[in-house]
């Protein structure tokens, strides 16, 4: 059960939210292998001068940022995790979002660490 957390401006999030919403839990499904029902994803949208970043940082050209923080449970390799990076950005290229402009943050921890309802 990942928990997604996304961040990004007010304007997109006004815009695209529900797209972007379903290409984040297709990514999912396809590259992390989660059941379709097992959807989790809280949005924050920023007005203007609310995210801060670096335009340049490791030699990319970023014009916006879109945070995705994804917190999981311990048990994807490493090559999972990075097909689910690359499945994310291009499900969001369609939509206009540019992959230089996403910033994902997979962060792990035990079973122990959840509550699901029961």
Request: net charge negative; aromatic share 10%.
């Amino acid at each position: 059960m990942p928990l997604i957390q996304v961040d990004l401006s007010r304007e997109l999030f006004e815009a695209s939210h529900d797209a972007i919403g379903h290409a984040i839990h297709d990514a999912q499904t396809e590259a992390l292998g989660i059941p379709s029902n097992d959807r989790f994803q809280v949005f924050r949208p920023h007005g203007p001068g609310e995210l801060k970043f670096d335009e340049t940082y490791n030699d990319v050209e970023r014009r916006d940022l879109m945070l995705i923080h994804v917190t999981a449970v311990h048990m994807y390799p490493v090559a999972t995790k990075r097909r689910f990076f690359e499945t994310v950005t291009d499900k969001l290229e369609p939509l206009g979002i540019r992959r230089e402009d996403v910033l994902i943050c997979l962060a792990e921890n035990g079973f122990e660490d959840w509550w699901a309802g029961r």
